[in-house]
């Protein structure tokens, strides 16, 4: 399974996701990543969010997450996810982000 980060992307980034299956994006690149989550749901490719230690704000970019890990509890990640629309969401993990990808 390909995993890419927003640094493995290139000046073509269509090209540059070709066969990956996830593409992972940390909370302070999320505000410049409008453009490549498009790109995400063109390619059949998942994206997720390593949201820990910041408050995600609502907004589009959220219908394009499929993971993401907040802060929180168990409860905590209930609410976002009934909030946000995002298939699986981790509170309080001190894993890494790949542990999570399916």
């Given at each position: 399974m390909r995993v890419i980060t927003l640094d493995d992307l290139k000046d073509?980034?269509?090209?540059?996701?070709?066969?990956?299956?996830w593409l992972i994006l940390h909370a302070g690149e999320v505000a410049s990543s409008a453009d490549l989550?498009?790109?995400?749901?063109?390619?059949?490719i998942l994206v997720a969010v390593?949201?820990?230690?910041?408050?995600?704000p609502d907004g589009l970019?959220?219908?394009?997450?499929h993971l993401?890990?907040?802060d929180g509890d168990e409860s905590d990640a209930q609410l976002f996810s009934r909030k946000s629309g995002?298939?699986?969401?981790?509170?309080?993990?001190t894993?890494?982000?790949e542990t999570y990808l399916w």
């Open positions: 073509d980034l269509r090209a540059s996701m070709q066969g990956a299956r989550l498009i790109f995400t749901e063109l390619e059949d390593d949201h820990r230690g910041s408050s995600p970019w959220q219908r394009a997450v993401i890990l907040i995002i298939t699986k969401v981790v509170a309080g993990s894993q890494e982000i």
